[in-house]
């Protein structure tokens, strides 16, 4: 079993930043990503990050914005996100695919753990 623990979300203003983390649980990397939720609609694919660090993926939406990174020591993978817009209010959840193989998945289906999740507001 993994645990992943998000942390970082809150609320703040248009053009703010802010930084969530995702703690997990042993000694293994896996390949991680970041999805989001609002009410009423699926959860969507916000940026993903190989095992080893590289490479990345972003959704459309977010590029430019959103760093996703990782320091493997600890752990941690982290979403930077800068330029927030009120549309980007919403659940940010961590996903792990323990699969060896490096590669970024998209859809929420094929990741084996999911974080509880942290609320991100954006106020106008």
């Known amino acids: 079993q993994v645990q992943l623990v998000e942390s970082g979300g809150g609320l703040v203003q248009a053009g703010g930043s802010l930084r969530l983390s995702c703690a997990a649980s042993g000694r293994a990397s896996y390949n991680m990503g970041w999805f989001r939720q609002t009410p009423g609609k699926e959860r969507e694919f916000v940026a993903g990050?190989?095992?080893?660090?590289?490479?990345?993926s972003y959704a459309e939406s977010v590029k430019g914005r959103f760093t996703i990174s990782r320091d493997n020591a600890k752990n941690t993978v982290y979403l930077q996100m800068n330029s927030l817009k009120p549309e980007d209010t919403a659940v940010y959840y961590c996903?792990?695919?323990?699969?060896?193989?490096?590669?970024?998945?998209?859809?929420?289906?094929?990741?084996?753990?999911w974080g509880q999740g942290t609320q991100v507001t954006v106020s106008s």
């Open positions: 996903a792990a695919d323990t699969s060896r193989t490096p590669r970024i998945l998209r859809v929420e289906y094929e990741y084996d753990y």
């Open positions: 990050i190989t095992w080893g660090g590289s490479p990345t």
